[in-house]
């Protein structure tokens, strides 16, 4: 529910909602709309009421004007995350001071244990503001790109993210579509050959490098260091190197406009027919067609003519 963060439960969020668009109300009627027994809503109401959210009167209630009510609810729980966040920043320091002789052991963090690294993975990207970079390869070791629901969150809170994939892993049958969601809520996507390593970077205070040995999964935690400078220039020249990562396949059902999109975009006979759902005989019948239309002798020039008439368009 969306007044969560305000510390409303889904319950309280419904009956509020329901007094703010339907006025004046009794209980039983609040209890009818959010599916409540008339208890369970008597209870929420109170609960509101003592929130300061719901007026009572003559055994009804009435929604509290929502740019006062829920504006305090906002500025409270601001001013809560403000006192936080300092406090936050006064036990890192407490805690880079503390460590004495081990202060460079805890730039580097080795975390073991597929959960551990979930969880990490997980606390790396709730705690950027800005900016996330990170490598994907073609295999994920410990969480897949649909379970990464840390993802979403930040994009929806204004975070940017820059992810240079394996070229591989956009030939899997459907990722396509999965990438083109993910284009379309605003990431910015590169595709190289190969990436040397799986890493994840928030703003520029710390990254997440997954590894895996003798059969046991980890990561390590790397925070701002040299190494950090480091692994952020060695994501800055790969996706300088990389290629942006195209998704739309034309519009219509026009088999052969889907096969010159992917033509274009350097994918094979077998990769196109996994992402349309046809046989590879029928990618290689439509391409020799093309051919023919283009009076190309081969896919170089036919890519030469597929790509002159898109700048034409």
Known sequence: MDLAALGL????ERAYRFLVTHGRSHCAEVAADIGLDPREATTVLVSLH???LVSAEDGA???????LALRGLLVRRRDELGRAEAVLAELAA???SGQGQDSLRTLVEVVVGAEEVRRRFTQVQYAATRRVRAFVKAEHTVVAAEENTAESDA?????VYEVVLERSLLEQPGMLERVGATVDAGERLRA????PLRMLIADDDVALVPLAADGELGAVVVRRSGLLEA???LFEQTWERSSDVRVQLGEGDDLDERIVTLLLQGYGDTSISNQLAISPRTVQRRVRVLMDRAGASSRIQLGYWLGRRGEDR
């Open 9 to 12: 439960s889904a319950d309280e």
């Open 50 to 52: 003592e929130a300061g």
């Open 61 to 67: 209630y009435r929604a509290a004007p929502p740019e």
């Open 94 to 96: 407490a805690f880079q």
């Open 155 to 159: 994009v929806k809170r204004g975070v």
């Open 192 to 195: 190289t050959e190969s990436l």
């Open 231 to 233: 692994l952020t220039a």
